[in-house]
């Protein structure tokens, strides 16, 4: 069973809008959570992440949103532009053993 | 900047044929990862190991092995090859307490099975 759901396979948004991706979890011993950008034929990179104990966190154009009482967490980014283009990763770690636990992905398209 | 490498970043191979992915990283990181992910899905961990001679199966059964005789290399290792493990690999690293809530992900290896 998915402990880390990210529900939308794919996202377009127009350049210069606000894209938001969203993330649910259903395991309440994750102590963090973690979005990652990957390109094709590359490897992820770290985007941006945020402990349990804050409910937002701002970096550049991109802010991650954690609702711990509904078990959800977003990533905005804005403005968009076309190089966000990429499949962005939600992943949480667990408490105990300190691995991170993947969603599947979303698709974000920003187009010009 | 991370320093992760892995060779080949593309193999064709076929059925039965010993393989070994490698992976090396040059930040001292403890703590090294593999994963699988095929397209459209999660990343599942398949291996992981805390530091030197230490190896541990991840989440995701796998029939393939790791070993951790030095610190920035952890390689792969798939005895005998099947279509079904047709996948992308990626290695990762993290760096020490009290940072260790990120890792560091090099490029993938690409493997396809026929």
């Known amino acids: 069973d998915q402990q880390v759901k990210q529900n939308s396979p794919s996202l377009s948004v127009q350049e210069g809008r606000i894209s938001i991706l969203n993330c649910d979890y259903t395991n309440s011993m994750f102590d963090y959570f973690l979005w990652y950008k990957k390109y094709p034929a590359e490897g992820p990179t770290f985007l941006i992440s945020?402990?349990?104990?804050?409910d937002k966190n701002e970096d550049g154009r991109f802010t991650v949103f954690l609702n711990k009482s509904a078990k959800h967490l977003s990533l905005h980014i804005v403005p968009s532009q076309p190089g966000d283009s990429a499949v962005y990763f939600c992943?949480?770690?667990?408490?105990?053993?300190?691995?991170?636990?993947f969603g599947k992905g979303t698709k974000l398209s920003v187009k010009p | 900047e991370a320093d992760i490498y892995q060779t080949p970043r593309y193999l064709v191979i076929g059925t039965g044929k010993k393989i070994t992915l490698e992976c090396s990283q040059t930040m001292g990181h403890d703590k090294m990862y593999w994963y699988q992910q095929d397209p459209g899905m999660e990343l599942h961990l398949i291996h992981y190991s805390y530091g030197v001679n230490s190896t541990e199966k991840g989440d995701l059964s796998s029939e393939s092995t790791v070993s951790r005789i030095r610190t920035e290399h952890f390689p792969l290792t798939l005895e005998s090859a099947r279509p079904s493990h047709t996948s992308q690999y990626l290695c990762?690293?993290?760096?020490?307490?009290?940072?260790?809530?990120?890792?560091?992900f090099g490029p993938g290896t690409r493997l396809t099975v026929l």
């Open positions: 990762a690293s993290s760096p020490p307490y009290p940072s260790l809530n990120e890792q560091f």
């Open positions: 992943a949480a770690k667990d408490r105990g053993q300190g691995n991170l636990i």
């Open positions: 945020i402990s349990s104990i804050k």
